[in-house]
């Protein structure tokens, strides 16, 4: 029995996204990426992806048009992998119901107006998208200083 099935033909939108989305590799290497890492290594060492899996997973999210690889510079994402941002604002946003203090938290906020995000795609402050251009992160597990994110192609 395989492990899940295939929607990539579904007349449902939720469910040909899903297809895409659904795997959390695919989410762990979107937040990666969007992080600034970039290059297969630091993807590896950062999710604790084995090899096979990592290989895999940025392929068929190469083939889905969610990253783009460059062979000097590593992946990044593409406009289509940048329409995943609130998705994962959502994620954890939704961490927080279960533990709205843990250490392991993410911070989301307004690189304009340094507002924290109270919106998973908008900054209410500015009425403005919350977009990968305009968009700070605080990783708690990484020390929970804000950083902007990595928007396009690495340098």
Same mark, same amino acid.
């Given at each position: +029995?395989?492990?899940?099935?295939?929607?990539?033909?579904?007349?449902?939108?939720?469910?040909?996204?899903?297809?895409?989305?659904?795997?959390?590799?695919?989410?762990?290497?979107?937040?990666?990426?969007?992080?600034?890492?970039?290059?297969?290594?630091?993807?590896?060492?950062?999710?604790? !992806?084995?090899?096979?899996?990592?290989?895999?997973? =940025?392929?068929? +999210?190469?083939? !889905?048009? =969610? $990253?783009?690889?460059?062979?000097?510079?590593?992946?990044?994402?593409?406009?289509?992998?940048?329409?995943?941002?609130?998705?994962?604002?959502?994620?954890?946003?939704?961490?927080? $119901?279960?533990?709205?203090?843990?250490?392991?938290? =993410?911070?989301?906020?307004?690189?304009?107006?340094?507002? !924290?995000?109270?919106?998973?795609?908008?900054?209410?402050?500015?009425?403005?998208?919350?977009?990968?251009?305009?968009?700070?992160?605080?990783?708690?597990? +990484?020390?929970?200083?804000?950083?902007?994110?990595?928007?396009? !192609?690495?340098?």
């Amino acid at each position: +029995m395989p492990l899940r099935s295939d929607w990539s033909t579904a007349t449902c939108p939720i469910a040909r996204s899903a297809d895409v989305l659904a795997d959390p590799w695919v989410l762990l290497i979107l937040r990666e990426l969007f992080s600034g890492r970039s290059r297969f290594d630091e993807l590896r060492d950062a999710t604790g !992806a084995a090899d096979s899996v990592l290989s895999r997973r =940025l392929g068929a +999210m190469t083939d !889905a048009g =969610l $990253v783009a690889r460059h062979a000097d510079r590593g992946y990044a994402v593409t406009d289509a992998g940048r329409e995943t941002l609130p998705i994962l604002h959502a994620f954890a946003r939704f961490s927080r $119901v279960t533990d709205p203090d843990g250490s392991w938290g =993410l911070d989301v906020s307004c690189d304009r107006c340094g507002q !924290a995000a109270a919106s998973v795609d908008w900054c209410t402050r500015c009425d403005a998208p919350l977009d990968a251009n305009s968009t700070r992160w605080a990783r708690r597990s +990484m020390g929970g200083e804000p950083f902007a994110l990595a928007s396009g !192609a690495p340098a």
